[in-house]
């Protein structure tokens, strides 16, 4: 069993070989359920996990957790790093750190239902019109390959991809 970067490579082949000999299994479902817990707090889960969220004290939280579009900057990094792991073990890389700084601006009018000043030039759709990755990466490869690295593990982010690209949402209330 070789690991490298704390990953057993023989089974993550043979994960990959699982899929290309039967494509239906990589079609997966992922689900997550929310309560709300009082004021701004919720509390989420996934399979056995759970998280709070919450609104900092500037918009009326009580800054116990990190609040929704922080978890989004959250899980991109989180992706991206689960993805470097993944794709340098593949490839023979062992890493030695990676660090990524995230950021993301989002204007709080169209949040708050306001349609702000024209001359403001400020977005009143809500949500993130940008969003900054800085990947700092320590690793046994040159800096070529782990360019290579860098640029398969952006294109194959399942979270990275879409937060980028229109995605069908469709939330229905039930009373």
């Known amino acids: 069993m070789a690991k490298i970067n704390g990953l057993d490579t023989e089974k993550l082949m043979a994960v990959v070989e699982t899929v290309k000999q039967n494509w239906e299994v990589g079609k997966t479902v ?11 707090k919720v ?43 993944m794709n340098a073990a593949v490839m023979g890389i062992k890493i030695d750190d990676i660090k990524i700084d995230l950021e993301g601006e989002i204007d709080l009018p169209g949040f ?10 400020m977005d009143k759709l809500p949500g993130y019109k940008s ?17 290579k690295l860098h640029e398969h593990v952006v294109r194959t982010s399942p979270v990275g991809l879409t937060l980028s690209r229109p995605v069908r949402v469709e939330t229905k209330l039930e009373v």
Not at 47 to 67: H, I, K, S, V, Y
Not at 112 to 121: T, V
Request: proline share 5%.
């Open 30 to 40: 992922w689900k997550a359920s929310t309560t709300w817990k009082g004021g701004f």
């Open 112 to 121: 708050l239902g306001l349609e702000p000043p024209e001359k403001l030039h």
């Open 43 to 85: 509390e989420t889960c996934s399979r056995d996990f759970t998280l709070t969220a919450d609104e900092p004290e500037m918009l009326c939280g009580t800054n116990t957790a990190a609040n929704p579009v922080e978890m989004v900057l959250q899980a991109y990094g989180a992706c991206l790093t689960i993805g470097y792991a």
């Open 131 to 147: 969003v900054k990755a800085v990947v700092k990466i320590k690793a046994d490869a040159d800096a070529k390959t782990l360019k």
